[in-house]
């Protein structure tokens, strides 16, 4: 269950990361809108990724992969917030996403880690 809730929002969160970029190519910037292009699509990619891992240690590691994702995003969000490209208001709203999404990874992951345990 929680899975499926972990795709479905880090889908949104990547079209969400998408129209970003594309605002922020509209005002000429490509150094940051390129980095958190690339990292806030990945994280759905990953998640997507272990859906179809070779086993428990391999879903983690996807799984961890996507988490690296979304703390870099989130460095990129601060980044471009500081800088004046996004205002409070969409920094509040897309950092709160990927942080849910940050909470969520690591409870799977420690979910499962927990699991192979047993």
């Not at 990547?14 to 690339?38: C, F, P």
């Not at 428990?56 to 460095?75: H, M, R, S, V, W």
């Amino acid at each position: 269950m929680q899975e499926s809730k972990l795709r479905d929002r880090s889908l949104d969160f990547a079209v969400q990361i998408i129209n970003l970029v594309k605002y922020l190519k509209s005002k000429h910037e490509t150094i940051i809108s390129n980095q958190i292009g690339r990292s806030g699509t990945s994280i759905g990619a990953n998640i997507r990724e272990a859906q179809y891992a070779h086993g428990k240690p391999d879903f983690i590691a996807k799984l961890q992969i996507a988490l690296k994702e979304a703390n870099e995003t989130g460095y990129w969000l601060e980044l471009l917030f500081k800088t004046d490209y996004i205002d409070e208001q969409t920094y509040r709203s897309l950092d709160s996403a990927c942080a849910g999404i940050r909470v969520m990874l690591i409870s799977s992951i420690n979910t499962t880690k927990q699991n192979m345990g047993k």
